[in-house]
């Protein structure tokens, strides 16, 4: 439809924010919108919706004929038809994916959590094939995850299981990620957390660190960043991830990098909640609409991707890195992963390279790539973990003699060290 006619009345940074409106007004039929009252205090709508809201309402009739000549030419019977057909089929998928649910095990176990739901009349059926009615199921990847029919929100969200944050709604690939970090935490040592991600996916991080007694640090994060609410043990660091080197004293403790970067979001179902909840990249939204991401715009995804993993590998104290993304696309995933470990430099005679290791994740016998693609029962995702590898290297002396090491014996040269890299024996096959 053509919104020509708005653009001398609206700056171009308003555009998105007009068609975001004119969608809601005309799905409302263009009745006034109801008053926004958060803990009993009315708000006030921005004087930017405001702004938009009246200019739309004065061009109701215009709007309404050229969208009516809109259709009749292209033979469109909805608004929604003018979507391609790929994007059509996952928003129709979308509308019944099941609900996942992480439990805080600080606050509960899973089993309890059950235990609660039998005596408010859920059953607990074998699959998520099953699942209907009141029922939900255990995840078969993540021990802590339930999953409960799309329906059932509505009643999950009143739940005081919810409100109290002992059952946290959230997709499936964030859990996934998060469970993955699970057998490779060292005692009191520092995960670090590098990418797109909510506050929810800090927090199940934090919840699965504590049994380690391990800090999570966050990076390009300011002090007053909703992200701060979900730790007590936290470290945040408000350089970008690309600025730090491996002698910056917030460094030091740091054994394993989390990293989930903004992706091309290709693999799910619904990428703008996925933007919207896991801080994405919003500029994605018109190349999705559309059914794909531009050449150049997933070759700027692609080159940031590859940068922050290859700055990741380059810490000699880091013993492994998940690497995750909401991507189907091979150049986001298993080329970049590939890329990446074929051009890294061991950056010291201490440090040896990495390699990729199977998952332990429930499901996964010996897989060193996790790919789900998008279905009728989740979103997709890419996930991958790079250890460090446990072999012999050699060191030469100042004399001719040469001695041979094993990364085991670094334990009576460097404690700290040890510590980390006897916990990448432990995590490889």
């Known amino acids: ?9 609206q700056p171009d940074d308003l555009m998105p924010l007009v068609i975001v409106m004119l969608f809601d007004l005309m799905d409302r039929k263009f009745q006034p919108t109801k008053q926004i009252v958060c803990d009993e205090v009315e708000v006030e709508p921005m004087e930017e919706v405001l702004q938009v809201q009246l200019c739309l309402c004065r061009f109701r009739t215009k709007l309404a004929a050229s969208l009516a000549r809109c259709r009749i030419k292209h033979n469109l019977l909805t608004i929604a038809d003018t979507l391609p057909e790929c994007v059509r089929r996952k928003q129709e998928r979308a509308q019944t994916l099941p609900i996942y649910a992480w439990v805080n095990t600080l606050k509960s176990s899973v089993q309890n959590v059950c235990e609660v739901l039998w005596s408010e009349g859920f059953s607990e059926v074998d699959a998520h094939t099953l699942l209907e009615g009141k029922t939900f199921c255990r995840d078969t990847h993540c021990p802590d995850v339930l999953i409960f029919p799309s329906h059932t929100k509505r009643l999950l969200v009143d739940t005081h299981l919810v409100q109290d944050y002992t059952l946290n709604i959230q997709d499936k690939s964030r859990s996934l990620a998060a ?119 997933l070759d700027s995804l692609t080159s940031k991707q590859r940068r922050d993993l290859s700055h990741a590998l380059s810490f000699p104290r880091v013993h492994s890195v998940v690497y995750c993304t909401c991507s189907e696309n091979t150049e986001e995933n298993e080329q970049l992963v590939e890329r990446a470990l074929k051009n890294f430099l061991s950056p010291s005679v201490f440090s040896s390279l990495f390699r990729l290791i199977p998952l332990k994740l429930e499901g996964c016998c010996s897989e060193t790539v996790f790919k789900l693609e998008a279905n009728d029962f989740s979103n997709g995702c890419f996930l991958c973990v790079l250890a460090r590898e446990v072999s012999t290297y050699t060191h030469t ?20 060290s040890d510590c980390t890299l006897g916990a990448v024996k432990e995590a490889a096959p």
């Open 1 to 9: 439809m053509n919104l020509n006619s708005l653009q001398f009345l």
């Open 179 to 297: 469970c993955a970090l699970r057998p490779l935490l060292l005692q009191d040592c520092d995960v670090m957390m590098v990418g797109s991600f909510s506050a929810l996916t800090v927090a199940h991080v934090a919840v699965l660190a504590v049994g380690s007694s391990a800090r999570v640090t966050l990076c390009g994060v300011a002090p007053d960043h909703e992200h701060t609410v979900a730790l007590q043990r936290q470290l945040l660091i408000p350089e970008n991830f690309v600025q730090l080197n491996e002698w910056d004293s917030r460094m030091q403790k740091v054994r394993l990098v989390l990293l989930m970067p903004r992706c091309s979001c290709s693999a799910l179902n619904n990428p703008v909640d996925h933007i919207v909840n896991e801080d994405g990249d919003t500029s994605l939204l018109r190349g999705l609409s559309q059914g794909s991401v531009s050449a150049d715009k």
């Open 397 to 416: 002396h100042t004399h001719t003699h040469t001695h041979t090491h094993t990364v085991q014996n670094l334990k009576q040269q460097d404690q700290e």
